[in-house]
């Protein structure tokens, strides 16, 4: 029901930003919480941010509040995420996911039904 393709990723330098951005398709997405996640080699995917279905909502990982901001736009069926002041330990897989239920926007990435291929972001120190 929901097709998810993230773009933005890339190599940046210790405190520079990248923003990532997810382009969805289906007609679904704006009743869709949407979620930012990571994985880390050898490590498990872990939240980002989520952001509700109205944008009017949000949440942050403690590792990343105060320097990443998650934001839509349901009129371009886009979720963005703004990651400044960056670090090496940001450096991971981020992928967009769409919550499972509508209205829905679960911190937690079994509730996900919906998944991007995933976008390579790389901090190098």
């Known amino acids: 029901q929901v097709q998810l393709v993230e773009s933005g990723g890339g190599l940046v330098q210790a405190g520079g930003s990248l923003r990532l951005s997810c382009a969805a398709s289906g007609r679904t997405f704006s009743s869709r919480g949407m979620g930012w996640f990571r994985q880390a080699p050898g490590k498990e995917r872990d939240v980002v941010a989520i952001?509700?279905?109205?944008?009017?909502?949000?949440y942050y990982a403690d590792s990343v509040k105060g320097r990443f901001t998650i934001s839509r736009d349901n009129a371009k069926n886009t979720v963005y995420l703004q990651m400044n002041s960056l670090k090496p330990e940001d450096t991971a897989v981020y992928y967009c996911?769409?919550?499972?239920?509508?209205?829905?926007?679960?911190?937690?990435?079994?509730?996900?039904?919906?998944w991007g291929q995933g976008t390579q972001v790389t901090v190098s120190s």
């Open positions: 996911a769409a919550d499972t239920l509508l209205y829905e926007s679960s911190r937690s990435a079994k509730n996900y039904n919906y």
């Open positions: 952001i509700s279905w109205s944008g009017t909502s949000t």
